[in-house]
């Protein structure tokens, strides 16, 4: 079984579009992260979530949102989607808030290519 | 500003020495640091994680050092191979806060 799973893995859109990038971890971790990783391969944190706090990097524009309906859900919605927001978008999850104690599990990635 | 380097893009290397990559910071005060492996078209592994309070951590071929007054780490991995060619990416805490901070990544080719 997949530990962390992100949907889809590739995903072609138009300028202007809006769209979702779903993630599921079966680990039952409760802290979940968003990273973007842009064509040089920087990684680069986008959000932090676990079920009392949202952590958002203050570099991310606001048409990013993550949205949690569960522990074990989070999911990245993009508004008026930009030729710059393409990039590989990771999920990752962690057992507690402090990743001292642990490391974090990524996904696999999805691809996202804006026109 | 804050600032993790890693030492070189790329780095080749020939099978059976031992590769050294270094992770170099600025401006953060972290309580541990954590090295990762990323093939291409994959997610991050986690492979070490090292404390503040930690001078080395060994794992099989992998050796970490940890100098946070030099504000260094450095990655060695003993008897290289040609599996071992990845992106090695150095990750630090920003003192306190939960969130995991990426270095810049080095490739490193093992060749046969």
């Known amino acids: 079984d997949t530990a962390v799973s992100q949907t889809p893995k590739y995903l072609v859109t138009q300028m202007g579009n809006d769209k979702s990038i779903k993630c599921e971890q079966n680990?039952?971790?409760?802290?979940m992260y968003w990273y973007k990783q842009d064509s040089k391969k920087f990684l680069k944190i986008m959000f932090s979530?676990?079920?009392?706090?949202?952590?958002i990097n203050e570099t991310v524009p606001n048409r990013f949102s993550p949205k949690s309906p569960d522990k074990a859900h989070l999911n990245l919605h993009i508004n008026s989607l930009e030729l710059g927001d393409s990039a590989v978008y990771f999920c990752?999850?962690?057992?507690?808030?402090?990743?001292?104690?642990?490391?974090?599990?990524f996904g696999e990635g999805s691809r996202l290519t804006v026109l | 500003s804050q600032k993790i380097e890693q030492n070189s893009e790329a780095l080749n290397i020939q099978e059976g020495k031992t590769a050294t990559l270094t992770c170099n910071y600025t401006?953060?005060?972290?309580?541990?640091l954590q090295w990762y492996r990323q093939d291409p078209g994959r997610g991050p592994v986690f492979l070490l994680l090292?404390?503040?309070?930690?001078k080395e951590k060994r794992k099989e071929r992998l050796k970490v050092t940890f100098d946070t007054t030099l504000k260094q780490s450095l990655f060695h991995i003993t008897a290289s191979q040609p599996a071992d060619s990845a992106t090695y990416l150095c990750?630090?805490?920003?003192?306190?806060?939960?969130?995991?901070?990426f270095g810049t990544g080095t490739r490193l080719t093992v060749i046969p």
């Open positions: 680990l039952g971790h409760d802290t």
């Open positions: 990750a630090l805490d920003s003192g306190g806060a939960n969130n995991l901070f």
């Open positions: 990752a999850s962690s057992a507690t808030s402090l990743p001292a104690t642990g490391e974090l599990f």
């Open positions: 090292i404390r503040e309070n930690e």
């Open positions: 401006n953060y005060s972290p309580a541990y």
């Open positions: 979530y676990n079920n009392k706090e949202l952590i």
